[in-house]
Every structure is written in structure tokens, then in C-alpha cells.
């Protein structure tokens, strides 16, 4: 906590030498606006009210836009004009290359903030916001490493193992044995329900575990045919095509129905989901899921804090977004808002070491997820990352999933998005 109120005190110093930085809420403070979407939690876990605590000449407002594909336009041509920005912009992984590349110019240097230290933060993550001049853009703030969450009473009808380290090493270094359970399930199940919610959940986690995915780190595209997606691809329609799957979309409300009635055993599910199924399977199901390693370390998901040399109150904004990101601060979120830090120090910390959560029987998450972290590849992020991904979950997989489509039409269907979505 020392180094993140001495970081806090050099940003104050700073702010106070600026002529940007003034009181401007009537009562003598500087108010901070920092720009999200969806909920990144800084609120519900009491961080701006410590961060206000700790200096009582700044105000922190928050302005939310829930959807992503609403809130990144709105930011970039904000960025452009340089008016109508927030003071800290967040930013989600899938966008944050297209953000650097062509916008980067307009965005602070991060790693000259007072207190910030590369070697805090996983080096594949520090990576994602490093520009090609080694400028970085946006300070990391939640990962997404992934395990598998399981229903242990499904299992168990199923007559297959339910502790969590048996579990594991069921399908231990590839997705492939993962989809080996899926037909040993698929062959007692239990009445009415499939061993997975979706194709595209079982795409998304076998891709995320592979450096190269779309793009190669010449640049070359590979979402044309790479190893990886190919793998993902082929993983995914293999259990569409054989039945594993509940045939639903992620977050659309069937979706959440088919939680609470049990209606599938299995969900990749990174440390941002525990919560969405506690909600959605409810209290019926407490102490029926339990989380288990998956096959291959792999991150889904994830943001950035980001500071536009617009902002009004820059070199506060930099303080504060800092701090923000700061290990310490970082394990705190965790702890209250099941946010994965992409600091490592966090994971020694005890919100970390010793975190368990009771709805999943118990698990020792923190250290499930902490070993996928470490484990997860540096990803190559290339041009519109988040569109092509998209592509293959919501265009392709849904053809064969959902509509019986043949696997050979819909791989045409998806590159023909991709290509309109890249500008071929």
C-alpha cells in the first residue's frame, strides 16, 4: 500500500503544477470522470470512495455504457476530436491493438506514471497495450484466465468423477478430452440435459489458449485457415454436429434460463462468470457447481485503463488510474467483485491466497485461476480482433449449431463477415 499512496501523492504533486487540473465542482475539488462498460466494479467495491478518502480534493464520477460495441465507437471519435472524453477511458482487450495502432498518438504513456512498474503486471498483458514503439497505452486492469465450472450432481449421475482434481485431469492438456467427457456423459446423461451450454463457448476457450490466432507475429492473417482457428473451429462443430451442446447464445436470456434449471454439466467459465452463474443457477444450485482446471491455460476477456492526452485532468486521471490498477487495489476488486488481476503480486496477496467461494463448494479459485494466468500465451492482437472473433461465434458456429447448416457453408458465412468487417 506505501508504493500506491506514493504514486498517489506524485500524481497530486503533479496535478497541483498543471494549470488543467482545477477545482471544478463548487466545492473546491477536481472532479474525475472515468468512461466504462458494462461493470467493471471500481464503484460496488468501494474504490472510488477509498481513492476520495485518501485525497479529499478529488471527486470521481462515473459514466457507464453497458454494451462494448456501443461504448468503443463513441470513445474513438471522441478521441479524435478531442472533446466530450472522459478523464480515463477503459478499453476491452478485443479493441485495445486497433486502439493503439491508430490512435495511440492521442493517448498518455502509461509507463512513465509515477509508480507504475512494467514488472507488476503479467508480461502478456503489459504486452497488449504496448504500442510498436514501446509506448504503452492502457494499464491492465482484470484478466480472463479460464477454468471449466461443472455440476458435480450431473456428474455424478452421470457416473463420472465430480472432485475437482479428478475432474481435471479427465481432460488434462487438450480440448479434444474435454469433448471425450462430453460423449461419456452424453452416454448416461441425465434426463433432459447435454454435457455444455455452446459450441461458441467451447470455440472461444480452445482459441484463446493458442498465441497465434488470427493473426501471426509478422501481421499475416490467419483467420483465413490458421492452426488455431482451425482447431477451435473444427472442436466447436464437432460438438454442435454430435450433440454436446445446448445449442444457446452466451447472455441471451434462454441462456440464463438453462442455468437455473440445470440444464447443462459444463461451461468454460473465467473468473468474471462465477458471479453470472450464482445469479443465474441461484441458490437451488449452491454447492453444486464446483470449478475445475481446464485443458490448457488460456485468458478470456479483459480490459485497460487508458488516459487521453485530451483529458482535462490528465495528470490526475493518470494518478488515479494508476492507483486504480495497482496490485494492491487489484486484489481488492477480486475479492469483492471476482475481477482477476493481471498483476501477479496480487495472487500472494491474501484476497488471493486464500480465496475460496462457498457457492462452488468450496473452490480454491484463487489458485485455480492464478495458475491459468501464469500459464496463459502472450496473444498476438491484430487489426479488428473483436469483429472476426465475433465472426466465427455469432456468424459461423450459429449456422451449424442452431441451423443445421453444413459445417463447409457456414466457414464461407464467416469469412465473408470477416471480409466485410476487415474492408476486403
Known amino acids: 500500500m506505501r508504493r500506491a499512496r506514493a504514486a498517489l501523492a506524485a500524481g497530486v504533486l503533479l ?5 488543467g487540473c482545477t477545482a471544478d465542482d463548487g466545492a473546491g475539488r477536481t472532479t474525475l470522470s472515468v468512461g466504462t462498460f ?60 486497433d486502439l493503439a495502432a491508430g490512435q495511440g498518438h492521442r493517448l498518455e504513456d502509461l509507463s512513465r506514471a509515477p509508480g507504475v512498474r ?18 504503452t497505452v492502457g494499464l491492465g486492469t482484470d484478466i480472463g484466465p479460464i477454468a471449466v465450472c461443472y455440476r458435480k450432481d450431473l456428474f455424478r449421475r452421470a457416473g463420472l468423477p465430480t472432485g475437482r482434481e479428478a475432474v481435471g485431469r479427465l481432460w488434462a492438456g487438450d480440448w479434444r478430452k474435454y469433448l471425450d467427457v462430453g460423449r461419456a456423459y452424453r452416454k448416461r446423461a441425465p434426463e433432459g440435459t447435454v454435457f455444455t451450454d455452446s459450441a461458441a463457448g467451447v470455440y472461444n476457450a480452445a482459441i484463446h489458449g493458442h498465441p497465434e490466432r488470427y493473426y501471426d ?31 444457446l447464445k452466451q447472455f441471451e436470456k434462454p441462456w440464463d434460463q438453462a442455468y437455473a434449471n440445470g440444464r447443462f454439466a459444463t461451461v468454460a467459465c ?14 437451488a444450485a449452491r454447492g453444486q457447481w464446483d470449478v475445475a482446471t481446464a485443458p490448457r491455460p488460456a485468458s478470456w476477456g479483459g480490459s485497460f485503463l487508458t488516459v487521453p492526452k485530451a483529458a482535462r485532468h490528465r ?33 500472494g ?20 485461476f492464478a495458475r491459468a494466468a501464469r500459464g496463459a500465451p502472450t496473444l498476438v492482437i491484430g487489426d479488428r480482433e473483436q469483429q472476426i472473433g465475433t465472426a466465427f461465434t455469432d456468424v459461423g458456429i450459429p449456422q451449424v449449431e442452431q441451423q443445421g447448416r453444413a459445417p463447409e457453408a457456414a466457414w464461407k458465412a464467416a469469412q465473408k463477415e470477416i471480409r466485410n468487417a476487415v474492408d476486403e
Open 270 to 283: 473465467p473468473p468474471w462468470m462465477l458471479g453470472y452463474i450464482k445469479e443465474k443457477s441461484g441458490d
Open 15 to 19: 496535478c497541483a503544477a498543471l494549470t
Open 315 to 347: 495528470a490526475a486521471a493518470v494518478a488515479l488510474a494508476a492507483w486504480l490498477t495497482a496490485p494492491e487495489q487489484q486484489a481488492k476488486l477480486f475479492a469483492r467483485q471476482s475481477s482477476f488481476p493481471s498483476t501477479p503480486a496480487s495472487y
Open 118 to 135: 512494467r514488472q507488476d503486471w503479467l508480461g502478456w498483458k503489459w504486452a497488449q497495450a504496448t504500442t510498436a514503439d514501446g509506448r
Open 38 to 97: 458494462g461493470v467493471f466494479g471500481y464503484r460496488q467495491a468501494g474504490l472510488y470512495a477509498e481513492y476520495e478518502r485518501l485525497h479529499p480534493e478529488i471527486r470521481i464520477k462515473e459514466s457507464v455504457i453497458e454494451r462494448n460495441d456501443t461504448y468503443f465507437p463513441q470513445f474513438l471519435t471522441h478521441l479524435v476530436t478531442g472533446s466530450g472524453l472522459a478523464d480515463v477511458q477503459a478499453v476491452e482487450v478485443g479493441t485495445v491493438h
Open 349 to 368: 496477496m491474501p484476497e488471493l491466497r486464500n480465496a475460496r467461494n462457498p457457492y462452488f463448494g468450496g473452490a480454491p479459485v484463487g489458485e485455480i
Open 217 to 247: 507475429r509478422a501481421g499475416r492473417r490467419l483467420w483465413t485457415g490458421g492452426p488455431a482457428v482451425r482447431e477451435a473451429w473444427d472442436l466447436a462443430v464437432r460438438a454442435a454436429r454430435e450433440g454436446l451442446t445446448a445449442r
